[in-house]
């Protein structure tokens, strides 16, 4: 899979790093201290996951409508001005945007999934708008001219022919997520921040990496996934990936 | 039958209004190519985009088979017409298959259907269905895109095609064997197209019409030969270029001109009756003779047949060129001068001499439409241009 080489060199080194933290936990017996944790670790990670999985299915399913709808010519006057905002709106940190949330929801999950939700919406929101603008005028005229009705054209030229990028938003996008995720331990929505977050505060690296390793691992897998979904998604002829 | 009425079309841009289209009145007929051809700008495009509403029209009407296009839904209007766009268009996320068969589809055609008709459509455009179908348009060359362009426009088997410069893409010598691909199946197909194009040569060997267009005016409309016999004005004549009147032989075919006298010997006449009939005919140089099937087998030369006595079969030169009488009169005039002959025998589809072509008649031809159109040219049926 070509597309996955830029990333893939950083994959191999996060495997490097794993292996020789092995052998070296192996060698002073902190494998013992990992085990204690492990209870933890299951039950943080399936909170962890399920936060992302949450935020990030509702950011999908709300962005990339919204892109749809900003990308339709009727929405051209507020379309260009929305996307200021939302250029706007992914510059700021994401602690931030969870700070922000926390001072009007409260804590707890709740804030916390809406501020993952908020900084995940952005770039897929952004790709799919840009995505479906960037599908050439020839193939919408085409499209057109042969008598496609407005929908039929969204769905069977525009959204495949901007699939691609779409992607490369949702890729981004749940990056973001997946690295935000243990920040929500700040608001109280758990995960696996709060081994690392602990850990940190009670200068105990056992338990710091016990939520780390996880945490970077679930990133690698869910970015895999990501990837092969796009893969087999988007349409031979335009994906770059399967030439 | 395509007719447009007074179609017009003014853009509004930031530096004022740009008329795009004029007051445009012409009529296709059912079965005919026309051709719109004009320079760059002249409005070929807009007026093309109007019949199937990509671009709105400020005023006018269009009839297609005498229905006004304006009741009718837009969507199905367009199912009904063939487009290939400038830009050849093809959904790069579909295979060559799926973009066949997008407007039968679209129509609700069933599955074996469409499928079969995709299969056709390839053999009919030449290229291998087995070795193309499963492809994608990035993986065919610009010529074999364009070709699928054409074939997914006829797919439905639309009665009125659009083409906007549908061979532009491809380089001279392709762009001819296409030509000559889609004029064979015009021939069967017998669509109703309208077929934009800046290139005369295009114009002439595809249009059975052309419409000349300027600055949004339509110029001049009128069949091949009578446009470049009778040009209505300097532009219409300078846009056509100097060698129009070369061009023309491009037009007219070998029996056309052709008389069917031609004198013959057989190879069984003597000499002397060989002398005596290029006396009788007024050939200055030679006689062909033929064989029982009246197929030319060699020349008697005037030179020899004075100076020898015998048989045509002892003393025969072999004929240097014959013209089909499908031929046209480009190659004709060609191999005259290359051969240095002032008239050449013309055979049949079996070889069967049917008659000669003269160098005479052909500029006469040439000569006396010029003569003819100097004077009553605006009087022909054809050429009805709007001349506001
Ligand atoms: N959408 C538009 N808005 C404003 N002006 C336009 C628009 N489309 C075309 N025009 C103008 O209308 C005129 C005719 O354009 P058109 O595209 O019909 O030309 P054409 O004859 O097809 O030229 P070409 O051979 O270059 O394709 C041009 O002056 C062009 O600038
Ligand atoms: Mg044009």
Known sequence: MPTLNLSGAMRLLVLVAVFVAGVWSQSSGVIDDFIFYLPDIQYLAVQHLWLTAVSGSLAILVAIPLGILLSRPSMARVAESAMQVLNVGTTIPTLAVLALSMSFLGIGTVPAVFGLFVATLLPITRNTYTGLKGVSPALMEAAAGIGMSPGQRLLKVELPNALYVIFAGIRTALAINVGTVPLAFLIGAGGLGELIFTGIDLYDPVMMLSGAIPTALLAVVVDMLIAVTAFLVVPRGVNPGRA | ?388
């Open chain 2, 1 to 388: 039958m395509i007719r447009l009425d007074n179609l017009t079309k003014v853009f509004d841009t930031p530096k004022g209004a740009v008329t795009a289209a004029d007051h445009i009145s012409m009529e296709v007929p059912s079965g005919e190519i026309c051709i719109l051809l004009g320079p760059s700008g002249c409005g070929k495009t807009t007026t093309l985009k109007m019949i199937n509403r990509i671009i709105r029209p400020t005023s006018g009407k269009v009839f297609i088979n005498g229905e006004d296009t304006t009741s009718l839904d837009t969507q199905d209007l367009r199912r009904s017409i063939g487009y290939v766009i400038q830009q050849i268009g093809l959904f790069p996320n579909m295979t060559i298959e799926e973009n066949i068969t997008v407007v039968p589809k679209l129509l609700g055609w069933d599955k074996a259907k469409y499928k079969e008709r995709a299969r056709e459509m390839m053999r009919m455009i030449a290229l291998e269905p087995d070795a193309f179908l499963k492809r994608y348009p990035s993986e065919l060359s610009g010529g074999q895109q364009q070709r699928i362009g054409v074939a997914r426009a006829l797919a439905a088997d639309p009665p009125v095609m659009l083409m906007d410069e549908p061979f532009g893409a491809i380089d001279p010598i392709n762009r001819a064997v296409i030509q000559d691909e889609f004029l064979k199946m015009q021939q069967e197909l017998k669509k109703t197209i309208m077929f934009v194009s800046h290139d005369i040569d295009e114009a002439i060997k595809m249009g059975d019409r052309i419409a000349i267009f300027r600055a949004g005016k339509l110029v001049q409309y009128s069949e091949p030969d009578e446009l470049l016999a009778a040009p209505k004005n300097e532009f219409v004549e300078s846009f056509l270029g100097e060698d129009r009147a070369l061009k023309r032989l491009n037009l007219v075919k070998v029996r056309d001109l052709a008389s069917d006298e031609i004198g013959l010997v057989r190879p069984d006449d003597t000499l002397e009756t060989a002398l005596q009939r290029i006396d009788d005919y007024g050939y200055q140089t030679s006689i062909v003779m033929v064989n029982a099937k009246r197929q030319p087998v060699g020349i008697i030369n005037a030179a020899v047949a004075r100076t020898t006595k015998g048989h045509c079969r002892d003393h025969f030169q072999s004929v240097p060129v014959v013209v089909n009488l499908d031929d046209d009169l480009r190659k004709v005039a060609s191999l005259m001068f290359s051969n240095d002959m002032t008239w050449v025998p013309c055979v049949d589809d079996d070889g069967r001499i049917v008659g000669q072509i003269t160098q005479r008649a052909i500029t006469h031809h040439l000569g006396s439409r010029y003569r003819a159109h100097s004077g009553a040219g605006e009087a022909s049926p054809s050429s009805s241009a709007s001349e506001e």
